[in-house]
T-cell receptor
Framework: DTGVSQDPRHKITKRGQNVTFRCDPI?????LYWYRQTLGQGPEFLTY????????KSRLLSDRFSAERPKGSFSTLEIQRTEQGDSAMYLC????????????FGSGTRLTVV | GENVEQHPSTLSVQEGDSAVIKCTYS??????FPWYKQELGKRPQLIID?????GEKKDQRIAVTLNKTAKHFSLHITETQPEDSAVYFC?????????????FGKGTKLTVNP
């Protein structure tokens, strides 16, 4: 386990369809984050898990978005009824509880809604 | 909430020159300031970070300075090389909520010309 894995790397979907992304964090990291990055912008925070508990959600996370981390290990991010504005790179990151520990980002899932 | 401004948006330097990227933040309680390098199509990678109890940190050709009073921090890259070409993002961590989420700037595209 050398890093944060995300699957799939790319997803093209038709508007209105549902999509689900998966993130496998570094195994000893109990903190997991989802971010969204659009072209030319920095990543924007979506949601945060500590173990299996979802402790913070951004107002960017509309009711069409849901995230889970059922066993405190991998996480999924689902987008229902996708819209063209959902097209972005979805990045997952993890870190440990050790103070001053940095984030490790995954390679992301690039979503294109057509 | 926290707001991070980053300048310049693009920066072009000759190989061997120094590059400086500046960021300002709005929340005086923010206490952690990382810098990420993102190459095209790749994940953001942490290159250096600084905590609010430190004014400067250096790692080989890279240094970060923090001015808490003015609420700004800067990335300094000396002896730039073509492989330093990438988009650089600064970020700040506001303490509210306990998530230690990152609030990113919009990025600086650095081009190092051989």
């Amino acid at each position: 386990d050398t890093g944060v894995s995300q699957d799939p790397r790319h997803k093209i979907t038709k508007r209105g369809q549902n999509v689900t992304f998966r993130c496998d964090p570094i195994s000893e990291h109990n903190r997991l984050y989802w971010y969204r990055q659009t072209l030319g912008q920095g990543p924007e925070f979506l949601t945060y898990f500590q173990n299996e508990a979802q402790l913070e959600k951004s107002r960017l996370l509309s009711d069409r978005f849901s995230a889970e981390r059922p066993k405190g290990s991998f996480s999924t991010l689902e987008i229902q009824r996708t819209e063209q504005g959902d097209s972005a790179m979805y990045l997952c990151a993890s870190r440990s509880n050790v103070p001053a520990s940095g984030y490790t980002f995954g390679s992301g899932t690039r979503l294109t809604v057509v | 909430g926290e707001n991070v401004e980053q300048h310049p948006s693009t920066l072009s330097v000759q190989e061997g020159d120094s590059a400086v990227i500046k960021c300002t933040y709005s929340d005086s309680a923010s206490n952690y300031f990382p810098w990420y390098k993102q190459e095209l199509g790749k994940r953001p990678q942490l290159i250096i970070d600084i905590r609010s109890n430190v004014g400067e940190k250096k790692d080989q050709r890279i240094a970060v300075t923090l001015n808490k009073t003015a609420k700004h921090f800067s990335l300094h890259i000396t002896e730039t090389q073509p492989e330093d070409s990438a988009v650089y993002f600064c970020a700040a961590t506001p303490p509210e909520g306990g998530s230690e989420k990152l609030v990113f700037g919009k990025g600086t595209k650095l081009t190092v010309n051989p």
